[in-house]
């Protein structure tokens, strides 16, 4: 079952497949609520059967989802179970019995009118659950003295904008723009490399978003997404993992296949690039002229036209990609055009079935007007 699982996660609706295989795994801490948990993987009570693979998403996703609350609102509104900050006895905790009866944030606790944390005979009264005063106080005094402080103040300060994710409706786009946006998270791997090339805070930006941006294919997005980290498997590292006879250019015989020499330097590539800048000029009646740093990493000054054209430098590369590693063979203009042509039925199919026709449209109009 594990196998099935984690072969099609790269799908767009990781969150759904994910959640139903955790579900059991996961009882003691309540299901797939866990994801909305303020958690921290070493207070957990996991299941010691649990997956090594499932542990590590567990932890992916706390380095993604976790806060520290800093105003009233914002402790109010903490989900007590599996909380990171409220353990009794060294361990987050779960009542089923409770959250059934819809107990989960600490709001539940806390009578706004008194101002204070509810009784144990008020909150019985209230949702007459399966207790006893001992479980009820020693919840209620591992909640952390600040918050205590905080619930205490009369004024009522809304909860800091934090919305939190719902990893059933989470894709691709969610996780990398969170990512991006989350301060603790340690910088992208390509960081350095990006900056020692002279690209700016704002176009680093860009670069780490562009491939969600100009796509909504998956695949294509990935495929950028590994070249701007530069993880994109060529031939030199694919001979290195023995997966490949030679690390060389099929084309260029004693050089190595990096990406630089496939999307750019090696003679091909410069034909590619040449064609299509002719191809695309022709087209859309421009002017371009694409750099080396372009075709990498995509066209990051604003023109009118600017997805169309990067969204095909990277259908681009991705042409240059599969002949020059996958088939070994000479990559012929015309099928890249047909390979264009193909994309864009797909989107036009995308935009049609989820009533974004207009954009499409408005995309991709030089293209269809042919
Ligand atoms: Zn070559």
Same mark, same amino acid.
């Given at each position: ?7 099609? =996660? ?19 801490? $309540? ?7 303020? !958690?921290?993987?070493? !207070?957990?009570?996991?299941? %010691?059967?649990?997956?090594?693979? +499932? ?29 990171? /900050? ?8 779960? /009542? ?30 209230? !949702? ?7 479980? +009820? +106080?020693?919840? =209620?005094?591992?909640?952390?003295? %600040? ?13 800091? %904008? ?24 340690? &910088? ?8 020692? +090339? ?13 491939? /969600?941006?100009?796509?909504? %294919? ?32 099929? !084309? ?6 990096? &990406? ?25 009646? $421009? ?12 066209? =990051?000054? #604003?023109?009118?036209?600017? =997805? ?22 000479? &990559? ?16 036009? #199919?995308?935009?049609i079935t989820t009533n974004k026709l207009l954009s499409f449209t408005k995309k991709w109009s030089n293209f269809l007007s042919n």
């Amino acid at each position: 079952m594990g196998a099935n699982c984690a072969s099609s =996660l790269p799908v767009v609706h990781l969150g759904v497949v994910v959640v139903s295989c955790l579900k059991s795994l996961l009882s003691n801490v $309540g299901g797939s609520l866990l994801f909305q948990c303020n !958690y921290n993987i070493q !207070y957990l009570p996991l299941n %010691e059967n649990l997956p090594k693979f +499932y542990r590590e998403i567990i932890s992916h996703w706390q380095k993604i989802n976790n806060t520290n609350p800093k105003t009233k609102g914002d402790v109010l509104n903490q989900i007590i179970w599996n909380n990171q /900050f409220i353990r009794v006895n060294k361990s987050s905790v779960f /009542f089923p019995g409770w959250n059934k009866v819809g107990i989960r944030k600490l709001s539940c606790f806390f009578d706004n009118e008194s101002n204070t944390l509810l009784t144990f005979t008020t909150f019985m009264q209230k !949702y007459n659950v399966k207790s006893n005063f001992l479980q +009820y +106080y020693s919840l =209620l005094s591992a909640i952390p003295k %600040e918050w205590k402080t905080l619930l205490k103040q009369e004024c009522f300060l809304p909860s800091t %904008e934090y919305v939190p994710l719902s990893i059933e409706k989470l894709t691709c786009k969610t996780i990398y723009n969170t990512l991006l946006n989350h301060q603790h998270f340690p &910088p992208p791997t390509a960081e350095k490399r990006l900056t020692e +090339y002279g690209f700016n805070f704002q176009e680093r930006q860009k670069i780490y978003s562009l491939p /969600f941006r100009v796509t909504n %294919e998956v695949k294509l997005s990935v495929f950028q997404y590994k070249i701007v980290h530069n993880i994109l498997y060529t031939n030199k590292i694919l001979h290195k993992m023995k997966k490949k006879q030679q690390p060389d250019c099929p !084309y260029c015989h004693g050089i190595d296949q990096t &990406p630089l020499h496939l999307f750019v330097e090696c003679s091909i590539a410069k034909s590619f690039w040449n064609k299509f800048t002719n191809w695309y000029n022709a087209t859309c009646g $421009g002017n371009i002229a694409l750099e080396q740093n372009e075709i990498i990493y995509g066209v =990051l000054r #604003y023109t009118s036209s600017c =997805l169309t054209l990067n969204h095909l430098i990277i259908i681009g590369k991705y042409f240059l990609y599969i002949n020059g590693v996958h088939d070994e063979k000479r &990559p012929q203009f015309k099928d890249f055009v047909t390979l264009v042509n193909e994309k864009i039925e797909l989107e036009k #199919y995308i935009a049609i079935t989820t009533n974004k026709l207009l954009s499409f449209t408005k995309k991709w109009s030089n293209f269809l007007s042919n």
